[in-house]
């Protein structure tokens, strides 16, 4: 019997380094149950962070498009393998763009693809340049900007919403990898071309 009691005191690891036993625990479960996956230990301001993820979410929905667009418009030496870096990049963008709306979802939230108001909500903005180097330069810039963006959004986060905050931080792993790959794509292009 005395097992079972110290057992039934057994700790989880609460917010703020507080520590709730078992019972607590499974009645906390049960209240406001309508709140799905948000529990009374999320301690971020909820609609502000569907807003700054429905950015996010109008930021990956206008990268992918103005990647497609590129994949499709890029043309002259060495554009093959620039167009493929683009489709994979738009195919990435709009899988952040998923994961992004899905979490929104969780957050009790409604993710918003209008069109009508995509780029204004988005923090990159959709050019579409005209040679391979302007779009290799305007995705570059978008990829900064996203990085700066959510790096921030991250930042403010904090340890208030640690399931946004880790998904930003492996979106924002994936975009810093995306502006290297580009970054070094204008070299090698300058160099085909005095060629």
């Known amino acids: ?15 703020a380094g507080e520590l709730s036993d078992i019972q607590t625990l499974r009645s906390r479960a049960r209240k406001d149950i ?17 807003r700054l993820l429905n950015e996010a979410l109008a930021t990956e929905l206008v990268c992918t498009l103005r990647y497609r667009r590129h994949y499709f418009m890029a043309s002259g030496i060495a554009s093959e393998a620039i167009k493929e870096e683009f489709l994979a990049h738009a195919n990435e963008e709009l899988a952040h763009a998923d994961r992004i709306a899905a979490r929104i979802v969780e957050l009790d939230g409604e993710p918003d693809f209008d069109p009508r108001t995509l780029t204004d909500r988005s ?7 005209e040679s391979l180097v302007s779009m290799i330069r305007e995705d570059l810039i978008a990829e900064r900007i996203a990085i700066d963006s959510y790096r921030e959004m991250i930042q403010y986060l904090g340890a208030n919403d640690p399931t946004s905050r880790r998904m930003l931080e492996e979106i924002l792993a994936k975009e810093e990898e995306h502006a290297e790959e580009l970054s070094s794509m204008l070299p090698d292009l300058s160099e085909k071309r005095r060629s």
């Open 1 to 15: 019997m005395k097992a079972r009691q110290d057992e039934a005191k057994t700790v989880s690891a609460g917010a």
């Open 34 to 50: 309508e709140d799905g996956a948000v529990t009374g230990g999320y301690a971020a301001e909820r609609d502000t962070v569907v």
């Open 123 to 129: 923090h990159a903005e959709y050019v579409p340049a």
